[in-house]
Structures are given as structure tokens and as C-alpha cells.
């Protein structure tokens, strides 16, 4: 099993920038894409951004281009989402998860989730 750890929520004010990171555990990384979600209270859970396993592709979703960046240290076995320009609108539990096939489908449905850090952009 592979398990996931997100860490780096907190709070922040408009217009700042914050680093979420994610560690794994139990397994290597690097046959996994990566990806980072995203559940605001009363909504559905969101796509953030993706990260093949070699880290050669990426993918964001409309909320996060241009202001989110995503990236991996597979020797680490770490995934980070480093994000700027926050807006309240960015308010949510983020969640880190890895999935053997992602950029294959582009099936948001992960293999394996991370229990969510709490991010808070604040007005």
C-alpha cells in the first residue's frame, strides 16, 4: 500500500502564496502519476493539477493555471504544489493522490489518497 501525507496547510491572506507538500510512504513513487485535488465545504472535489511519474508532464486544472505549480523529487518520494496569488475562492481541503494511469485516462478516479490539509485564504 501506499500511503500518502499532506502537509503545509495553514492559514494565509489574499494575494500570498503557499507550498503544500506530500510525502509518501510504503512505496517508491516513481511508477505513480501524482496529482493534487482540492474539496471546498458543499462542493464536489476538484482537479488541481498533475504530474506524470518521470515528472515530463503536467497538467491543471482552470482554477490553478498560471498561479499553481506543480512538481516531484522522486528520490524523496515527495510531490509539492506551490501556489500564488492565492484568492478566498482557493479555500479547500487539498489532497494528494497517485495513480498508476492518470495521464494515460485522465481518469480523475486516484488509486490512493492522502487524508487533506487545510488551506485558508483569507480577505
Known amino acids: 500500500q501506499l500511503q500518502l501525507v499532506e502537509s503545509g496547510g495553514g492559514l494565509v491572506q489574499v494575494g500570498g502564496s503557499k507550498r503544500l507538500s506530500c510525502v509518501a510512504s510504503?512505496?517508491?513513487?516513481?511508477?505513480?502519476?501524482m496529482g493534487w485535488f482540492r474539496q471546498a465545504p458543499g462542493q464536489e472535489r476538484e482537479f488541481v493539477a498533475a504530474?506524470?511519474?518521470?515528472?515530463?508532464?503536467?497538467r491543471y486544472g482552470d482554477s490553478a493555471r498560471g498561479r499553481f505549480t506543480i512538481s516531484r523529487d522522486n528520490t524523496k518520494n515527495t510531490v509539492d504544489l506551490e501556489m500564488k496569488n492565492l484568492k478566498p475562492e482557493d479555500t479547500a481541503v487539498y489532497y494528494c493522490?497517485?495513480?498508476?494511469?492518470?495521464?494515460?485516462?485522465?481518469?480523475?478516479?486516484?488509486?490512493?489518497w492522502g487524508p487533506g490539509t487545510q488551506v485558508t485564504v483569507s480577505s
Open positions: 510504503g512505496r517508491t513513487i516513481d511508477n505513480y502519476d
Open positions: 504530474i506524470s511519474s518521470s515528472g515530463g508532464s503536467s
Open positions: 493522490a497517485a495513480d498508476r494511469y492518470y495521464f494515460a485516462s485522465y481518469n480523475p478516479d486516484f488509486e490512493f
